[in-house]
Nanobody, 118 residues
């Protein structure tokens, strides 16, 4: 079992910045892909940003140029730097650790609320 603990959410005005962190409880962090997802009320959970073990990244179009995902394998932590925040970024943000090769893993954090006021 892997525990993912997110932090860094909060209330910010439009145009502001937040940095989310997600710390994993086990050393498998370095062999897993990491991702940030979000879910707004009444909407499906969507991928925001992802980073593979090799460092390649993927972002949803609406956050490109504003959000940056990074990871520190020594600290088993993944970050999401969010700049130029917009009210439509308001959601609960979840951290995901996934490994599709054996041994397979798929774990989620508890979520952290991000609210952007206009």
């Amino acid at each position: 079992q892997v525990q993912l603990v997110e932090s860094g959410g909060g209330l910010v005005q439009a145009g502001g910045s937040l940095r989310l962190s997600c710390a994993a409880s086990r050393s498998i962090f370095s062999i897993a892909d990491m991702g940030w997802y979000r879910q707004a009320p009444g909407k499906q959970r969507e991928m925001v940003a992802a980073m593979s073990t090799s460092g390649s990244t993927d972002y949803r179009d609406s956050v490109k140029g504003r959000f940056t995902i990074s990871r520190d394998n020594a600290k088993s932590t993944v970050y999401l730097q969010m700049n130029s925040l917009k009210p439509e970024d308001t959601a609960v943000y979840y951290c995901n650790l996934k490994r599709t090769a054996w041994p397979k893993y798929d774990f989620w954090g508890q979520g952290t609320q991000v609210t952007v006021s206009s």
